[in-house]
C-alpha cells in the first residue's frame, strides 16, 4: 500500500498540465476566423494564442509566411520539449519514445535541404528540435559536409544504426526514400517495443500506436501507387506490426493493380469508409486528408478514456500537431490565394 | 460516563488509529491532487483559490477521524 511508485510516473502532474495546454488550443470558430484574414493578421491572431513569444524572438530576422512557420514549429518544439522534461518513470520512456519521431523527420529534413541545396538557416526553418536531438546537436548535423557523415553521426546519438546496405542503396539510386523509409521502420519498432504492456492505458496507447503503423502503411501504399509501383515492389517499405491491416490484406492492397482496385480490401479496414470516395476517384491528396481526420477522430474517442495515464498526453500532442498544421494550411493557402472553402476542405478539425 | 482501565486504553487505541489512518489516507489522496494542482497552476496561475479548495477537501477525511476520535475518548 505504501509503495512509492518512483517508476510508474508523474501522471496526475504531467495529465494537468496537459490539460490546461489542451484548453488553450485554437478552436474551429478561431480557424473561421482566420480564413478570412491576411498572413500579417494571421501571424497577430497567434501571437496572442500562445505564440507570442516565438514570433517576437524571430520577428528580427524573419517576415511574413516564413516567420510564421518557423514560430509555430519552435513554439511546438518548445512544448512537447516541456512536456518531456515534466514526466518521470514509465511516462516519461513513452512520451520519449513517441516524441523520437521528431528526431527522424529531422534527418529527413536535413538530408532533403542538403539534397536540395539549402542552405543552413533554409534547413534549420523547418526543424522541429523535440525529440532527442537538441537544436544545437541539429545545427552540428547540419553544418556535416556528406550524407554519411550525417548518418553517422546520427545513428551515435540516436542509437539507430543504418545498414550498410541501405546507404549503398541510397547512394546507388539517389533515391532519399528508401533512408527514410528505413528510420519510419526503425521508429514505430522502437516505439512499441518501449510500450510496457503493463496496464489497459498502455494497451490503448499500444493499439493506437499499431493503429498509426496501419495508416502509415495504407498511406505508403497510395504513394506509391499513384506513381505506378505495386506488387513485391511496395511490400519492402511497409512497417510490420499493424492492428487493423493483416499480412494477407497488405499483400492484396499492395498488389492492386491502381488506387480504385484497392477499394474492396480498404472497405473492411476501420478507416474504409472515410477513404472510399477518394480512392473511387483515384484522388491520393483526399484519401490522405480521409486518414488524418480518421486519425484526429480516432484520437479524440479515446482522449476521454483514462484520465491519469499516457493517453490525455498523447492525445495533447496530437491536437497540437493538428494545431499548428492547420496554422500553416491556412497561412500557405491564404498566400496562395486559394478559396476559404478549399482551404477550409484541407484542415483537420 | 467516562471508561476505566482496559477499555479506556482500548478507546485510546481507538482513538489514535482513527485520526492515523485518515490522516494517511488524506496523504495518499492529496499526493495526486497536490501534483494535478501545482501542474494546472504552472500553466495558468489564476486557478490558485480552485486548485488550493481542490487540495483541501481530502483533509475532510482527517476531520471524520477526529470527530470519531473525540467520541470515542470523551463521550463514550
Known amino acids: ?349 | 460516563m467516562a471508561l476505566e482501565g482496559e477499555a479506556a486504553g482500548l478507546a485510546a487505541i481507538g482513538a489514535g488509529l482513527a485520526v492515523g489512518l485518515t490522516g494517511i489516507g488524506a496523504g495518499m489522496g492529496e499526493k495526486d491532487v497536490g501534483a494535478a494542482a501545482v501542474g494546472a497552476m504552472t500553466e495558468d496561475r489564476s486557478i490558485f483559490g480552485t486548485a488550493m479548495i481542490f487540495m483541501v477537501i481530502p483533509e475532510t477525511i482527517v476531520i471524520f477521524g477526529l470527530v470519531i476520535a473525540i467520541i470515542a475518548l470523551f463521550a463514550l
Open chain 1, 1 to 349: 500500500m505504501f509503495r512509492r511508485n518512483r517508476g510508474r510516473g508523474n501522471y496526475s502532474y504531467t495529465v494537468a498540465r496537459v490539460k490546461a495546454k489542451k484548453s488553450l488550443l485554437l478552436k474551429e470558430e478561431d480557424y473561421d476566423k482566420m480564413l478570412m484574414m491576411t498572413v500579417p493578421e494571421i501571424s497577430r491572431y497567434i501571437s496572442e494564442a500562445g505564440y507570442s513569444k516565438e514570433m517576437a524572438d524571430l520577428a528580427g530576422r524573419l517576415s511574413g509566411l516564413i516567420l510564421l512557420e518557423h514560430a509555430t514549429y519552435i513554439n511546438m518544439a518548445k512544448v512537447f520539449s516541456s512536456i518531456l522534461r515534466s514526466s518521470t518513470g514509465e511516462l516519461y520512456e513513452m512520451v520519449s519514445a513517441y516524441l523520437d519521431k521528431w528526431d527522424v523527420w529531422n534527418l529527413k529534413v536535413i538530408l532533403r535541404g542538403k539534397s536540395y541545396g539549402l542552405d543552413a538557416d533554409g534547413i534549420r526553418e523547418d526543424l522541429v528540435p523535440a525529440g532527442r536531438l537538441s537544436a544545437e546537436s541539429l545545427d552540428k548535423l547540419i553544418a556535416l559536409d556528406t550524407d554519411e557523415d550525417i548518418l553517422a553521426s546520427f545513428g551515435k546519438t540516436t542509437h539507430v544504426e543504418i545498414p550498410q546496405e541501405i546507404i549503398s542503396a541510397y547512394k546507388s539510386s539517389g533515391n532519399l526514400g528508401v533512408i527514410e523509409d528505413f528510420l519510419d521502420k526503425v521508429h514505430y519498432e522502437r516505439l512499441i517495443k518501449s510500450i510496457s504492456l503493463t496496464s489497459r492505458p498502455s494497451q490503448l496507447f499500444y493499439d493506437y500506436v499499431r493503429e498509426q503503423v496501419d495508416v502509415k502503411n495504407f498511406e505508403t501504399i497510395l504513394k506509391l501507387k499513384a506513381e505506378g509501383i505495386y506488387g513485391e515492389q511496395v511490400t519492402k517499405y511497409l512497417i510490420r506490426g499493424g492492428r487493423m491491416i493483416d499480412d494477407r490484406t497488405l499483400a492484396l492492397l499492395a498488389n492492386a493493380e491502381d488506387i480504385p482496385s484497392m477499394v474492396n480490401e480498404a472497405s473492411q479496414i476501420d478507416f474504409g469508409e472515410e477513404v472510399k470516395a477518394a480512392l473511387d476517384a483515384n484522388n491520393v491528396r483526399d484519401a490522405v486528408l480521409g486518414l488524418r481526420k480518421y486519425e484526429r477522430q480516432k484520437a479524440k474517442k479515446f482522449s476521454r478514456l483514462y484520465p491519469l495515464s499516457v493517453i490525455p498526453v498523447i492525445d495533447y500532442m496530437i491536437n497540437k500537431e493538428y494545431e499548428v498544421r492547420n496554422i500553416r494550411v491556412i497561412a500557405r493557402g491564404t498566400e496562395s490565394g486559394l478559396d476559404r472553402d478549399t482551404i477550409k476542405g484541407l484542415l483537420v478539425i
